[in-house]
């Protein structure tokens, strides 16, 4: 599981899609749970704001419809005695036949639980029901009679519905008729307040899931389109990162094959005129042997010098290729000697200067100053024309810093310029001090150039002993 987790964050395009799209994803998880949050609250109080406005309709439809009863039989009632049976049996009967709608009637039970009016339930008329709950177990009758012994009021339940059979909630309104001790009342059904209400939540969970829909359609679209355009980004930097290394391939081809002619060009000059000359010294100096000739000596002489011309020109081109200094001693003895061995063979005056390295360099870093330093003489010979070049190298707590300076002709420092001229080298030093992360400032003008290289801390190493020969190697 690890390697496969390591294989993954190593592909750079995986990184840059997880990158974009995780933030993403949790800014849409979090935006989607706090819309779905505040859309259910919004739509619950608007829900419970509805069914309040609908109930309280119903209750005034309620008071309506018994206010309309009470004047059908009041002047009955208000001039009959509390025993009058004649006066109740005409109010019995003016109730039963004032029925509404497809389920409104009005009902009467006395205070010790007898029904009196059910005309659409007419099983219930003259049965006491003293006790009588709904499905639920919510007490019906013995509630009805307390809130009519009160005076009036409303009370809710479950009733079975006539049009339907079924049972149903229902809301009922009752008054207390005190000289008769009657408890008058009617109802009306809420299933159709019940089936809004839920017809409202069913809107509400249907909008929260199109929401959803719209929110998961962007994001994947959103997706879509970063991963589009990752692929599209990956795709041009992979073509733009094999350019540049067919660039860098065909560079390192032609440096290797500039190198070899160099090395060629210097041993057939060089050396083989040099192995030539001492090859005819001992020829003559043979036949003169043979000859008796006192002027062999003479030729031995020369062969001998010859070799020892030969001998130096092969330590100068070895060192050229790799100083032994540089692995022996350090980074500062190597400077020192390409410097002097510069200002020998061009004339021009140096001066070198260092400070005391409190740490070793690595290997890269001290082969990449090396050859930055060499790049830099090397343009300053064939370029500068400058009288006096300087060479300063040491160590702080950034890393370490070379700087050449010269008092030559400068050159301009344009893109256009260096990428005409590319044997300045100027671009092989940056490519050198960019593998090390480290940077590089090259400041030119008419009177002097100022090359600065400098690498960072992770390529200095705590020397193992504190002696002096390890801060010389440095």
């Given amino acids: 599981?690890?390697?496969?987790?390591?294989?993954?964050?190593?592909?750079?395009?995986?990184?840059?899609?997880?990158?974009?799209?995780?933030?993403?994803?949790?800014?849409?998880?979090?935006?989607?749970?706090?819309?779905?949050?505040?859309?259910?609250?919004?739509?619950?109080?608007?829900?419970?704001?509805?069914?309040?406005?609908?109930?309280?309709?119903?209750?005034a439809e309620l008071k309506n419809y018994l206010s309309l009863a009470r004047t059908a039989f009041?002047?009955?009632?208000?001039?009959?005695?509390?025993?009058?049976?004649?006066?109740?049996?005409?109010?019995?009967?003016?109730?039963?036949?004032?029925?509404?709608?497809?389920?409104?009637?009005?009902?009467?039970?006395?205070y010790d639980g007898n029904n009196l009016v059910s005309p659409r339930h007419t099983s219930l008329i003259g049965r006491n029901w003293l006790g009588m709950t709904d499905p639920h177990g919510?007490?019906?009758?013995?509630?009805?009679?307390?809130?009519?012994?009160?005076?009036?009021?409303?009370?809710?339940?479950?009733?079975?519905?006539?049009?339907?059979?079924?049972?149903?909630?229902?809301?009922?309104?009752?008054?207390?008729?005190?000289?008769?001790?009657?408890?008058?009342?009617?109802g009306v059904f809420v299933d159709d307040v019940l089936s809004t209400v839920a017809a409202s939540r069913a809107e509400v969970e249907?909008?929260?899931?199109?929401?959803?829909?719209?929110?998961?359609?962007?994001?994947?679209?959103?997706?879509?389109?970063?991963?589009?355009?990752?692929?599209?980004?990956?795709?041009?930097?992979r073509r733009l990162a094999n350019a540049k290394l067919k660039q860098l391939t065909q560079r390192v081809f032609d440096a290797q094959e500039e190198e070899r002619g160099r090395v060629a060009r210097e041993l057939h000059d060089g050396i083989s005129q040099m192995l030539v000359g001492v090859r005819y010294a001992l020829d003559v100096a043979r036949r003169r042997l043979e000859s008796g000739d006192p002027r062999a000596a003479e030729n031995l002489g020369k062969g001998a010098n010859y070799l020892a011309g030969a001998i130096?020109?092969?330590?100068?081109?070895?060192?050229?290729?790799?100083?032994?200094?540089?692995?022996?001693?350090?980074?500062?003895?190597?400077?020192?000697?390409?410097?002097?061995?510069?200002?020998?063979?061009?004339?021009?005056t140096t001066q070198f200067e260092t400070a005391v390295f409190r740490n070793v360099l690595d290997d890269e870093a001290k082969i990449a100053l090396y050859r930055v330093a060499q790049e830099a003489?090397?343009?300053?010979?064939?370029?500068?024309?400058?009288?006096?070049?300087?060479?300063?190298?040491r160590s702080h707590k950034k890393g370490a810093t070379l700087r050449i300076a010269d008092n030559g002709r400068g050159f301009n420092q344009s893109q256009e310029e260096l990428d005409a001229r590319p044997g300045l080298g100027l671009r092989n030093m940056q490519e050198r001090i960019d593998q090390l992360d480290g940077t590089l400032r090259v400041q030119s003008s008419p009177t002097g150039t100022v090359v600065e290289a400098t690498v960072p801390l992770a390529h200095m190493l705590r020397p193992q002993t504190d002696t002096p020969n390890t801060k010389a190697r440095a």
């Avoid at 019995?92 to 009467?108: A, K, R």
């Avoid at 500068?384 to 190298?393: E, F, M, P, Q, T």
């Fill in 1 to 59: 599981m690890r390697h496969l987790t390591d294989r993954l964050w190593r592909n750079y395009g995986q990184k840059l899609f997880l990158t974009a799209t995780l933030p993403l994803l949790l800014a849409v998880v979090v935006i989607s749970v706090l819309v779905t949050l505040q859309s259910r609250q919004l739509a619950e109080r608007e829900i419970a704001t509805l069914e309040r406005q609908l109930i309280a309709a119903k209750r």
């Fill in 74 to 110: 009041i002047n009955i009632y208000g001039r009959a005695p509390p025993d009058d049976a004649e006066a109740m049996l005409t109010v019995t009967q003016i109730l039963s036949s004032m029925i509404y709608g497809t389920d409104g009637y009005f009902f009467v039970y006395d």
């Fill in 138 to 186: 919510v007490d019906i009758t013995n509630t009805l009679i307390a809130t009519a012994r009160a005076g009036s009021g409303y009370h809710t339940y479950e009733w079975i519905k006539p049009s339907t059979g079924e049972p149903a909630a229902m809301i009922a309104y009752v008054v207390g008729l005190q000289d008769w001790r009657w408890v008058v009342g009617t």
């Fill in 206 to 237: 249907a909008r929260v899931q199109r929401t959803f829909l719209y929110i998961g359609g962007l994001t994947l679209l959103a997706l879509l389109l970063v991963f589009t355009s990752g692929l599209f980004i990956t795709i041009r930097e």
């Fill in 312 to 348: 130096q020109e092969v330590r100068r081109i070895s060192r050229d290729l790799r100083p032994g200094t540089l692995d022996d001693l350090g980074l500062s003895p190597a400077l020192k000697a390409l410097i002097e061995d510069f200002g020998k063979r061009t004339g021009i």
């Fill in 377 to 393: 003489l090397t343009n300053i010979e064939r370029h500068a024309r400058a009288s006096h070049v300087s060479l300063y190298v």
